[in-house]
């Protein structure tokens, strides 16, 4: 009969074994079931749109008391004063104001017109409009278009921005 730590060995190696089967038939399953497809894509208008939105919330009121005295005792009689004050400061209303911008492309690759969108919701955010002629690699995963881009023209830093496709029709001829 093996020792305990002779089962602890099997066991371990068994465990090992079950993780790796599963880890590579999940693998497997995702690529096989990935709609990726890469491409390159032809900018051929933008348009954008901010929204601005204000919101309001409450913080509460407050009141803090504090209080001064004195007491004198003579026998079984005992007299004293205090002195409390009182500061309040009443609930306050306040508001924010938040404002998004939506940038909606159009861009050509393969024969096919896409409609993507982004939103720009911070100063320095990627999103922003293609501008018209420029081509640009691009991932589609789902409904979701990557495009690889420079940011502040051709020039700048490479940046990937994450688009939504809204629609996917034939270019109209």
């Avoid at 393969?110 to 969108?117: A, L, P, S, T, W």
């Avoid at 940011?151 to 700048?156: A, D, E, F, L, R």
């Amino acid at each position: 009969m093996p020792h305990i730590a002779q089962w602890c060995d099997i066991i371990y190696a068994m465990r090992n074994f079950a993780f790796s089967s599963v880890f590579a038939l999940t693998s497997i399953l995702c690529l096989a079931g990935s709609d990726k497809k890469m491409l390159t894509v032809t900018a051929v208008s933008f348009t954008s749109n901010i929204i601005e939105r204000t919101s309001t919330y409450t913080t509460p009121g407050t009141a803090n008391t504090n209080c001064s005295g004195s007491a004198t005792t003579i026998g079984n009689t005992t007299n004293g004063s205090a002195n409390c004050q009182t500061t309040s400061t009443p609930a306050q209303i306040h508001q924010v104001n938040a404002r998004v911008m939506d940038v909606m492309n159009l861009v050509d690759a393969d024969g096919m017109r896409y409609k993507i969108v982004c939103r720009a919701s911070w100063v320095g955010s990627n999103c922003g409009p293609l501008i018209e002629g420029d081509s640009f690699e691009a991932e589609i995963d789902n409904h979701t278009m990557w495009l690889k881009a420079r940011k502040g023209g051709n020039q700048g830093k490479e940046v990937r921005i994450k688009y939504k496709i809204l629609d996917i029709r034939p270019i109209p001829r």
